[in-house]
């Protein structure tokens, strides 16, 4: 062993340590690898730099980006929407659908970013029906994780991997060659969790998981849990032609809050203080406030050819991401103190709308537009998010109390959904013909989601996971460090020489396990920069293909089910399914197993070891 490989061995094992410690973070230990390598004499400046300019760390920071288009366009929210009105009452249904969808989105997005948005939906699932969040956080994780196996896209470590391929003059994997193994793995997944959930904990909820206030604390709060109404505009009605903001139900007890308009494929929604100035067409939904409940409601509404739909929770509640509600509090030396609620001219100023009134403990019913604001008092405001978040930002009059928990789940490009889910479309068109490489598609997508409204520059530039990019530009020249070193070569021999060169199946079986065990203490993204390389090498050794072994150690980097930090995916669920450690070791090392089995089955039947042989 030649004193370069030395050194170099030592800065790997130091920043293995570090990485399984944690200390300092980890993209921190990268940008130490980029200073350290080049003092080594192994490789020069533009070398270890060279990661920066790999076309798939830029394709995972375009990737980051069209993650968030689906995000603010709503496209992920309506899944879980869909997730939760699918699932019912059944826990079994719930883990199916959820696993299922988790997968389908982690495999054109971020898996992380899909994580994060599902982890709310899902302690919202588990608190209506209150199931413990233990039961559901798993199968999440474990999803997410399972996603990365079914397109070529879909995680880091696969685009690694294949970059390795390229780098050795090979012709790189399509965008589906890991689909057949990643189908089955999900269907056994699936299988899997639906049994190992006996294992994680009490089936019922625990009352104390949420203490974020909710649209339902507030309406509870204000007393406008039996106020709301849906109703759809019928033949004939009145109200046909006029703008939503003209229309006057107060006589009638009532107020319009917004409108439901069908439009495309898919309903949009907005509310009438934002001044809508679109009449009202037949088939419009009105959303209604009714503040003061009359004996013949019923014939009003008929007079009027409203037809009553079904409400399930509140509309307001319902339709979170596109009504905002907040409450706040006019202070000391505010105007609003001793005017009527009608004339504070909410509407007109801030296109807001008041709909409740606290005095004390104590909520006002019916109508608030003579009741007079007093110091002490809480409003309860209704419009468009970006609106009431305006209002307690900017106007000196009023002071935000509190924003609902479904604050986070806002899509503020809502009505750009299409357009986003078409960027994708576009983007894995591209991939799967080949038309243009995948770094240029992901950008064309990139470019169609700010051209369509559905991203901003900020968004984007935020949303970008800058420590993972870091950590795969930091890892990246130990791959050529080590092969110039002959620290490859030594691996390749190691490996060989421990399981024997008579039986390649052994080989990707070790290859696995190896790349499982280094998982256990490493990133999968950093696991997969490190083994990459030695597959391959090890393949020419056996003068076999190297597509076999570069999958397997595709499929092992994403089988980081064994500890919380194998995969941000796992460290995200740690906290909110309140696991310990030993529980990924307790249900994630078995199904580990359960790949391997299927990577060392599926490999070779689908990938042959010696194609011309």
Not at 82 to 99: C, E, F
Not at 141 to 164: C, H, K, Q, R, W
Not at 307 to 332: I, Q, Y
Not at 377 to 403: H, I, N, P, Q, Y
Request: charged share 15%; hydrophobic share 50%; aromatic share 6%.
């Amino acid at each position: 062993m030649n004193w370069q490989l030395l050194v170099v061995l030592t800065l790997l094992v130091a920043s293995i340590v570090m990485f399984a410690i944690n200390r300092p973070r980890m993209d921190v230990v990268a940008v130490g690898l980029l200073v350290a390598l080049p003092l080594t004499g192994v490789l020069t400046v533009p070398e270890t730099l060279s990661g920066f300019s790999d076309p798939n760390v830029v394709l995972i920071a375009a990737l980051f980006v069209i993650g968030e288009g689906l995000s603010r366009t709503g496209l992920t929210y309506r899944l879980g929407d869909w997730l939760s009105a699918r699932a019912g009452t059944s826990s079994t249904r719930l883990i199916v659908l959820l696993m299922l969808s988790v997968a389908l989105l982690g495999a054109f997005m971020s898996s992380t970013g899909v994580v994060a948005i599902f982890i709310p939906v899902v302690l919202s699932i588990a608190t209506r029906l209150r199931i413990s969040p233990r039961q559901l956080m798993m199968p999440l994780s474990f999803a997410a994780l399972i996603s990365g196996m079914l397109t070529l896209i879909a995680t880091a470590p696969n685009l690694v991997i294949d970059a390795e391929l390229v780098r050795a003059g090979e012709a790189g994997f399509g965008f589906f060659s890991v689909t057949p193994f990643g189908l089955v793995v999900l269907a056994l997944g699936i299988g899997y969790l639906l049994i190992a959930r006996r294992f994680l904990g009490a089936d019922t909820a625990d009352d104390s998981a949420a203490d974020d206030r909710t649209y339902g604390h507030l309406m509870r709060d204000y007393r406008l849990a039996d106020r709301d109404r849906r109703v759809q505009v019928g033949r004939g009605s009145p109200l046909i032609g006029r703008s939503p903001t003209e229309i006057d139900l107060h006589r009638h007890g009532m107020r319009v809050i917004a409108v439901e308009r069908r439009r495309w494929l898919q309903r949009t929604l907005r509310v009438t203080a934002t001044g809508l100035s679109s009449p009202v067409v037949r088939g419009d939904v009105l959303l209604v406030d009714v503040f003061a409940p009359r004996d013949d409601l019923a014939e009003d509404l008929r007079r009027l050819h409203l037809r009553v739909l079904p409400v399930d929770e509140g509309f307001l509640a319902e339709r979170s991401r596109e009504v905002g509600l907040g409450e706040v509090m006019p202070p000391p030396n505010s105007a609003a103190l001793g005017r009527t609620v009608g004339e504070l001219r909410t509407r007109e100023l801030y296109r807001i709308d008041v709909i409740g009134l606290r005095r004390g403990t104590e909520a006002l019913p019916g109508s608030l537009a003579a009741e007079r604001v007093r110091l002490g008092d809480t409003l309860l405001v209704v419009g468009a998010w970006d609106d009431v978040k305006r209002l307690t930002a900017r106007s000196t009059d009023f002071v935000a109390l509190e924003l609902p928990a479904e604050v986070r789940e806002q899509s503020p490009a809502a009505n750009r959904a299409p357009y986003a889910l078409l960027s994708v479309v576009v983007m894995v068109v591209l991939m799967v013909t080949g038309i243009v490489p995948n770094v240029i598609a992901a950008l064309i997508a990139c470019l169609m989601m700010g051209a369509f409204g559905c991203i901003d520059m900020p968004s984007a530039y935020r949303s970008i996971h800058w420590p993972t990019l870091l950590l795969i530009v930091g890892m990246l020249p130990f791959a050529l460090a080590l092969e110039r070193t002959g620290g490859i070569d030594l691996a390749v021999d190691a490996l060989t020489g421990l399981l024997g060169e008579g039986s390649p199946v052994v080989l990707l079986a070790g290859l696995f396990a190896t790349t499982a065990v280094i998982g256990l203490f490493v990133s999968n993204t950093a696991t997969a920069v490190l083994m990459g390389p030695v597959a391959i090498a090890t393949a020419e050794k056996l003068g076999a293909s190297p597509y076999p072994f570069a999958m397997v150690v595709m499929l092992a980097a994403s089988a980081a089910f064994m500890t919380p930090v194998s995969s941000p995916v796992n460290t995200l669920v740690l906290g909110p399914g309140r696991y310990r450690f030993a529980d990924f070791m307790r249900i994630g090392t078995p199904f580990a197993l359960v790949v391997m089995i299927v990577a060392i089955t599926m490999v070779p039947w689908l990938l042959p070891l010696y194609p011309n042989g």
